[in-house]
């Protein structure tokens, strides 16, 4: 039976992950269906199950959770915002009413659902075009 590492020892370094040996043009291809399957499969589920994938995949690769952060930090911020507004400002079942300091806040639960299926496909794409 064949190991992994025996398939890649002429193009990886002993002791570097695996996934750098794949093929530039494979890669491409492969985010490409990935980013696209996640912007067109109206399911909250394949994106959550690709942003766990990615950072599975992040984490195989050895990257450090700093420079991670720093390059998802900014997106973050963004998915934020946009996650927010969503909850904040569209939908038309309220969820939850809170008064704070005279302004009175509606949370809607058509807005929770579409801001997290957009900030999970948000998200997912980043995680792709960052692996």
């Known amino acids: ?4 590492e025996e398939i890649y020892a002429e193009r990886v370094p002993r002791g570097w992950p695996w996934l750098l040996a794949i093929d530039a043009r494979v890669k491409i291809v492969l985010v490409s269906l990935a980013l696209s ?3 067109l499969v109206p399911s909250s589920r394949l994106a959550l ?3 766990i994938a990615i950072l599975s995949g992040l984490w195989l690769l050895g990257i450090k959770g ?3 952060w720093s390059r998802v930090g900014p997106a973050l911020l963004v998915v934020a915002v946009l996650f ?3 909850l904040f400002f569209s939908g038309g079942e309220p969820l939850l009413a809170v008064d704070l300091l005279g302004v009175q806040l509606v949370l809607y639960r058509d807005g929770l659902e579409i801001g997290l299926l957009l900030s999970l496909r948000v998200l997912a794409g980043i995680g792709l075009l960052i692996l």
């Open 37 to 39: 399957m996640t912007l």
């Open 1 to 4: 039976m064949l190991n992994i």
């Open 66 to 68: 700093r420079h991670l």
């Open 49 to 51: 199950g690709l942003t």
């Open 84 to 86: 927010l507004t969503r």
